[in-house]
């Protein structure tokens, strides 16, 4: 049993083949699938998806390429989409400088309404941060050290000093398919540092997908070969890999309801 902590299924690209992607990540034993978001639009097509799918789960918050259109959001408006049940978590959420699609000062007045929703209604935060590394580092500790959170580092690809924030501070750190990519010596070094009781796999799906599927569309039932890869990064065997990060996932995201999920999984 594998868990794809974290995609977006609401992309376009699975408008036409959402059932057939489902069925794949079924027949891959991926029991459960957090669906990601990043715009309060969103939400409505993300709980769409979980009425039909009952072991898929949403997050809702605003994504920093998207803070610009958020600049003013209150944090009770976070909260009022966490009401929905299939709602599990904040985000994503956080800082890109990469792209800096949003002034920087505005992604880091959303994301600190962000990290208050988390801290407010007790769910996770999904933090998303590229490039962003000291400026991620400092407002983590400030706001642990304000009210304590929980959270993730999804889709990590930044350097040890954001992990070792992470570890301090009780977050998880999750690993894409870029931990399968032939240039990403670096990043897998950092994984073998993190302890096994922090991590968690994802697709971040339809993006990324791992060798050997780069360069195709991704999709949840490839979170196998992340897994498999993370097994060997670990020196640990596939089955141990699998139930460690299940675990971490059912600790993490508290909200999740494994007894709806268990009438579509059988």
Known sequence: MLIDSHCHLGSEEFDQCLSDVMNRARSADVRYVMNAGGRFEDLNKQLQISAQYKNVYTVTGVHPHDASV??????SDVLKNTRFPAVVAIGECGLDYFYD???RDVQIKVFRKMIASAQESGLPLVVHTRQADADMCDILRQSMRQKSFSGVIHCYSSGWEVAQTALEIGFYISASGMITFKNSTTLREAFVQIPLD????????PYLAPVPFRGQINEPSFVVQTAKCLADIKNVDFQKISAITTKNFLKL????????ARAVNG
């Open 253 to 260: 995201f508290q909200k999740v309801n494994r007894k709806r």
């Open 198 to 205: 922090r991590l968690l796999v994802e697709t971040d799906a």
């Open 70 to 75: 958020y600049a003013d959001v209150k944090i």
């Open 101 to 103: 699609f949003s002034p």
